[in-house]
């Protein structure tokens, strides 16, 4: 959608600026109709199909990736070379950076760590320009027709999503040559000759670059389409370099963008991003004819004469592209050691606050929509989101079944307020289950998911157990000004302590995939069935027929079965997490 709103305003900047070449009389006369169709078809198509090469790299290799952004992450060196690999591969800092921030809210990973991969995840999105800048797009329907085959022909999952990356990449190359096409005609306008005598001035065109890349929210596709106008002889090589530079903090709007209502640690990565590639084009600026230089050196070009269109769309798409891998090397070089100055600055201006360590975190952290279009990825966001709603959870069962100040009315209030945000959490995650539910999910996916839903369901009883059975309990008992007995509120509390360790453990059990741990909730069984009987025994031996101690009776019971409850319900998941750990 965002990229359908990007072609839009492009197309209306397109017929503005051909409205006024058109009000002059030139000696060459265009068809503005055809070729604005054409540049726009062919941006629409190469739009779309880096949309599906990064779909189907994420189904495809999304897992991987993963696992190896979480292990390869022990110094800043490993870190960047691992985002630099991931990047190359999924096609998408963003993702990156998502998957980045989950794992320092997780704990898996430090926000130094976090900084280093980053910044390589910058260099890693340079191989889209060395992918376009190679002359195949003769390959393009080619590519589309066996990408189409086995997407429709596949019987297997995964074959599906290889036919749909290789069919995004025939897209791609197919969108460019339509807006190579679409160009043409300009090489003999004189006005647009002109305005491209104009990208001489790197300051031109980096804001050229700059608006663009916020327009389509892609600095692949600015680089792609600054490589097409090179091909056709438009673009010198500082003016191409001048673009790139301006994509590049053009993508930074792009990353800003997607921190808006996010996490702070999600901010925090946003302004390291913006700020290496701010820092870097502010670097190189003064230097665009060294680097110019040394691209046609590392390109084995010779030096070209800038007015032979033929000539410049020889060497400059390639000369771009390397001008581009150089400069987000270079700056990975030298910003690299100097993580620890990014980091003290970005904690500078966000820094940790008391909103953020009580309120914010009971939001989710993980369940991002750009990992919807690899389902296994999204459920791996859902066990990483359910390993911090287990943490809130159980300090906050800790809290409210704690029996040293039984009905505390500030305490209760607290604990409400808790238990409301608990549940809005709980539906956040349910509700990005129903999202994922909507993909095309294999054998193995859909068991998955179908466990994943089932323990989400499960918790909800749990917290609905909590609240009809522990908080009501302490609303009856500050309401009628009494509470258990000090030898029922010791058993009570020894209750709370084996069932919390219970729930624990079947929680665990579900997110790491242990099995190990869901037999502890089993083995617990008989100590909890033992504390349930002592309880019974005391309420039968103090019974006595009067108003006062019928109510706290009701009450000692009303609390027992929910600790019962409780138990029962741990005591699923963990044979849930038995029976399906096979399939899952």
Not at 154 to 165: P, V
Not at 166 to 173: H, N, R, Y
Not at 514 to 543: C, G, M, P, W, Y
Not at 550 to 564: G, P, S
Request: proline share 2%.
């Amino acid at each position: 959608m965002q990229h359908i709103k990007s072609v839009s305003i492009f197309a209306l900047l397109l017929i503005f600026v051909s409205q006024s070449f058109a009000a002059d009389d030139y000696t060459v006369q265009l068809d503005w109709t055809t070729m604005i169709m054409t540049l726009l078809g062919g941006l629409a198509l190469f739009l779309f199909g880096l949309d599906l090469l990064i779909k189907g790299l994420l189904t495809v290799a999304g897992e991987q990736m993963k696992n190896l952004l979480s292990k390869l992450t022990v110094n800043r060196i490993s870190g960047a070379l691992s985002g630099t690999l991931v990047t190359a591969v999924i096609q998408s800092s963003s993702v990156t950076t998502v998957l980045v921030v989950g794992f320092v809210s997780a704990g898996l990973m430090t926000v130094t760590q976090a900084a280093s991969v980053i910044m390589g995840a910058n260099l890693g999105t340079t191989i889209t320009a060395q992918i376009v800048a190679f002359k195949i797009t003769k390959l393009a329907l080619l590519m589309i027709a066996v990408g189409f085959s086995i997407q429709f022909f596949a019987k297997r999952s995964k074959m599906r999503h290889i036919g749909e990356l290789i069919l995004g990449l025939g897209l791609i190359f197919f969108g460019m040559n339509l807006m190579s096409e679409g160009m043409a005609p300009l090489r003999s306008y004189e006005p647009f000759l002109n305005l491209m005598t104009q990208m001489q001035n790197p300051f031109y065109g980096i804001l050229v670059g700059l608006v663009f890349t916020a327009l389509v929210q892609s600095s692949s596709a600015t680089i792609g389409i600054v490589i097409v106008m090179a091909s056709n002889g438009f673009l010198t090589l500082p003016a191409g370099i001048a673009l790139s530079m301006g994509a590049d903090i053009g993508t930074c709007v792009t990353a800003m963008l997607a921190a808006i209502g996010k996490s702070r640690d999600a901010v925090r990565s946003a302004l390291i991003h913006v700020g290496f590639n701010i820092l870097g084009v502010l670097i190189w600026l003064p230097f665009i004819g060294a680097l110019a230089a040394l691209s046609v050196w590392v390109s084995h070009s010779t030096p070209v004469d800038i007015t032979t269109m033929q000539t410049l769309a020889e060497n400059t798409p390639r000369e771009i592209a390397n001008a581009n891998t150089l400069f987000k090397l270079s700056a990975l070089i030298l910003f690299l050691p100097m993580i620890s100055l990014f980091v003290w600055v970005v904690y500078k201006f966000v820094p940790v606050n008391e909103t953020e360590n009580n309120q914010a975190d009971i939001k989710p952290q993980f369940l991002d929509d750009s990992l919807l279009k690899a389902p296994e990825l999204a459920m791996e966001a859902v066990l990483m989101e359910l390993n911090n709603f287990r943490d809130k959870y159980i300090r906050f069962f800790k809290r409210s079944t704690d029996s040293k100040d039984f009905i505390n009315l500030n305490r209760i209030s607290i604990e409400d307020t808790y238990l409301g945000r608990l549940k809005r959490y709980q539906r956040e995650i349910l509700f990005y289950l129903g999202k994922i539910s909507r993909a095309d999910l294999d054998e193995k996916l859909q068991v998955r998911y179908t466990k994943l839903i089932s323990v989400v369901n499960i918790i909800e009883s749990m917290i609905e157990s909590i609240e009809a059975g522990i908080i009501q309990a302490k609303h009856q008992a500050f309401e009628n000004k009494i509470q258990p007995s000090p030898t029922m509120i010791n058993l009570l509390g020894d209750l709370s302590k084996e069932v919390g360790h219970g729930m624990d453990h079947a929680l665990l059990s579900l997110i790491e995939k242990d099995s190990e741990k869901a037999l502890v909730v089993l083995s617990v069984k008989s100590k909890i069935d033992h504390l349930i009987q002592t309880a019974l025994e005391h309420q039968t031996r103090n019974f006595k027929a009067d108003a006062q101690r019928m109510m706290i009776f009701r009450l000692e019971m009303q609390m027992v079965d929910a600790f019962k409850r409780l138990h029962t319900l741990s005591k699923r998941i963990a044979r849930y997490q038995l029976t399906q750990e096979n399939k899952g």
